[in-house]
C-alpha cells in the first residue's frame, strides 16, 4: 500500500470514529428546552461507563422510569456518590430533560435524595 492510500484509510477511519463519538453523546432524543421534575422511587443504579445511568417509578404510573446523566462517572464520583449510594427503595426528586418522543427518559439535570443529598449536573463536587 502506498503512502497516500494509508494517509486517507487513517483519516477515514477517525472521521469515523468521531462521529460515532458524538452520536453517543448526542441529546437529540431530549427537548433540552423543557424541564420536568419526578418523585420516584429507585430500582437500581449504575455508576457506570459511560454514563451513570438510573432506573425508577414514579409515583401514580406503573412504568419503569429510565434517567441518564450526561456527566461522566468520575464527576459523580468526585462529587461524593459511590455505585451503592443510591439503593433499590430510595426516595428521589429528579430535574432533567425529558424525551421529543414522550418515552419515560429523563436526562438527568439534577437529583435529589430524601436525605437532601443533591447532584446537579456540571458540578464538579459537592
Known amino acids: 500500500m502506498n503512502r497516500q492510500a494509508v494517509v486517507l484509510l487513517t483519516v477515514a477511519c477517525g472521521m469515523a ?9 448526542s441529546a437529540a432524543n431530549y427537548d433540552m428546552t423543557k424541564s420536568v ?11 457506570a ?5 438510573l432506573y425508577f417509578k414514579v409515583k401514580g404510573d406503573d412504568e419503569d422510569w429510565f434517567g441518564e446523566s450526561a456527566a461522566p462517572p ?18 428521589i426528586t ?16 439534577k437529583l435529589v435524595t430524601a436525605s437532601g443529598k443533591e447532584w446537579t449536573e456540571g ?3 459537592q
Open 49 to 53: 461507563n459511560p454514563h451513570p445511568a
Open 74 to 91: 468520575a464527576r459523580w464520583y468526585n462529587g461524593g456518590w459511590r455505585g451503592n449510594a443510591l439503593k433499590p427503595g430510595d426516595e
Open 94 to 109: 429528579i430535574t432533567g430533560a425529558p424525551t421529543i418522543d414522550g418515552r419515560k427518559m429523563v436526562r438527568i439535570r
Open 123 to 125: 458540578a464538579q463536587g
Open 37 to 47: 421534575t419526578l418523585q420516584g422511587t429507585v430500582t437500581e443504579f449504575k455508576l
Open 17 to 25: 470514529a468521531g462521529a460515532s463519538l458524538l452520536a453517543h453523546h
